[in-house]
């Protein structure tokens, strides 16, 4: 998507400036997480080992952390068509076919986003009265963050179903690169 030339005029070039915004947002904060993960992962093994202290707390922090972090990753990867595919006979449809192929892949993904987005919540409430034990945060709030990634992902396949392939969403194939 960083490659790729906006649209002249329209609602595509509405789409792909929101798009990009979401993705560099996705990316800044899932990174972001990460780091932080990173920085008190750290630091619990410097209080344990060096100083003696227990820090309990950090793993109910940490693995917060890492569900939003994959959250945000997700949403991004799915904007950039970068989630793992198997494309057994997409290169011998013909345009017509491909492109119903798209929508109907989209369509079949946004039911299985809003099916796990509507899990996540019903979990999320369920959980509402188990709490962790060191910060006795909700469950809730693990829950929130998948919920969040699957809504995310279900609104743009709704868009792709709607919308269909875009040139500028795609990716220089691996052989195009290599030919150059």
């Given at each position: 998507?960083?490659?790729?030339v906006?649209?002249?005029?329209?609602?595509?070039?509405?789409?792909?400036y929101?798009?990009?915004?979401?993705?560099r947002?996705?990316?800044?904060?899932?990174?972001?997480?990460?780091?932080a993960?990173?920085?008190?992962?750290?630091?619990?093994?410097?209080?344990?080992?060096?100083?003696?202290?227990g820090?309990?707390?950090?793993?109910?922090?940490?693995?917060?952390?890492?569900?939003?972090?994959?959250?945000?990753?997700?949403i991004?990867?799915?904007?950039?068509?970068?989630?793992?595919?198997?494309?057994?006979?997409?290169?011998?449809?013909?345009?017509?076919?491909?492109?119903?192929?798209?929508?109907?892949?989209a369509?079949?993904?946004?039911?299985?986003?809003a099916?796990?987005?509507?899990?996540?919540?019903?979990?999320?409430?369920m959980?509402?009265?188990?709490?962790t034990?060191?910060?006795s945060?909700?469950?809730s709030y693990?829950?929130?963050?998948?919920?969040?990634?699957?809504?995310?992902?279900?609104?743009?396949?709704?868009?792709?179903?709607?919308?269909?392939?875009?040139?500028?969403?795609?990716?220089?194939?691996?052989e195009?690169?290599?030919?150059?």
């Amino acid at each position: 998507m960083e490659d790729a030339v906006a649209p002249r005029k329209g609602p595509d070039r509405i789409a792909f400036y929101t798009l990009r915004i979401v993705t560099r947002l996705c990316d800044g904060v899932g990174v972001t997480l990460m780091v932080a993960i990173l920085v008190l992962l750290v630091a619990a093994v410097i209080a344990r080992d060096l100083l003696g202290l227990g820090m309990p707390w950090t793993e109910e922090v940490a693995s917060m952390l890492a569900i939003y972090a994959i959250g945000f990753g997700s949403i991004s990867a799915w904007v950039r068509s970068e989630h793992l595919v198997v494309d057994l006979f997409s290169h011998k449809l013909s345009g017509l076919g491909k492109n119903i192929q798209y929508r109907l892949t989209a369509l079949i993904s946004c039911g299985f986003f809003a099916l796990a987005a509507w899990g996540a919540w019903i979990m999320s409430d369920m959980s509402a009265n188990n709490k962790t034990v060191s910060l006795s945060i909700s469950f809730s709030y693990l829950y929130y963050g998948v919920f969040f990634s699957f809504a995310g992902m279900a609104l743009i396949a709704v868009w792709q179903t709607l919308r269909g392939p875009v040139t500028w969403l795609e990716a220089p194939r691996e052989e195009e690169l290599i030919s150059q």
